[in-house]
């Protein structure tokens, strides 16, 4: 009996190292690479924890700056904080605190130039949407409206449509096209939920046009 237990353990360690010999590195490399893989995973995400980390730091005191309103000095810490930590969230929001405090402070320039940043380099799609919609409105002001009809063409977030028709409308009808000018407000004002605010305003502005909304046949957002 202990025999044939003996032979049955033979059999079994010839078998195992049969397929060791056969299988053995590549389980070794393939175990390696996962263990690897999982290594790195776990860096990666404690490096993005430490960069978000240090990048909060660094925007609080921009955000500081921008408080004091000092433009200067925010503008020179935003510079730092995008220059170190461009990929993380808190670059694109000081961003554009920033360029509002360079609109309020008539940096009209320095702010398209921190807009067109946000609105190339944001991870997030809707603050470079918001980044547009802003460049826009800044272009309008300059009378350059080429440029922003094409920040306003850049911003395709599904949800900001309404605003990017409205915004459009301010432009064309500043460029004397009052017909389609309309169409967009209108655009803008059928996309626009009943509760929300700013949808009298561009009622307003079609009012003003001649042109004000059939509100029972609209078929709006309630």
Not at 19 to 45: D, E, M, P, R, S
Not at 143 to 157: I, K, P
Not at 182 to 195: D, F, M
């Amino acid at each position: 009996m202990a025999t044939q237990l003996d032979l049955q353990e033979q059999e079994q360690i010839d078998a195992l190292k049969a397929f060791w010999k056969q299988y053995g590195n590549l389980l070794t490399w393939t175990l390696t690479l996962a263990l690897a893989v999982f290594a790195a995973w776990n860096g990666w995400n404690w490096y993005q924890r430490d960069q978000a980390l240090k990048a909060s730091v660094m925007y609080d005191e921009v955000d500081k700056s921008i408080q004091q309103g000092d433009v200067d000095k925010a503008g020179r810490l935003f510079g730092e904080l995008r220059e170190r930590y461009p990929r993380t969230l808190f670059v694109s929001q000081a961003a554009l605190s920033l360029a509002r405090l360079q609109i309020d402070k008539g940096k009209a320039d320095d702010a398209r130039a921190t807009l067109g940043w946000v609105s190339e380099n944001a991870r997030e799609d809707d603050y470079r949407a918001v980044a547009q919609l802003r460049l826009a409105g800044l272009h309008l002001d300059a009378q350059r409206y080429d440029e922003a009809l094409r920040a306003l063409d850049a911003a395709t977030v599904a949800s900001f449509e309404p605003l990017v028709a409205d915004r459009r409308g301010d432009v064309l009808l500043a460029q004397g096209k009052r017909a389609e000018a309309i169409a967009a407000y209108q655009a803008a004002w059928k996309g626009l939920p009943e509760s929300v605010e700013y949808r009298r305003l561009v009622e307003a502005k079609l009012t003003s046009l001649a042109a004000a909304p059939d509100k029972a046949a609209s078929g709006a957002a309630p």
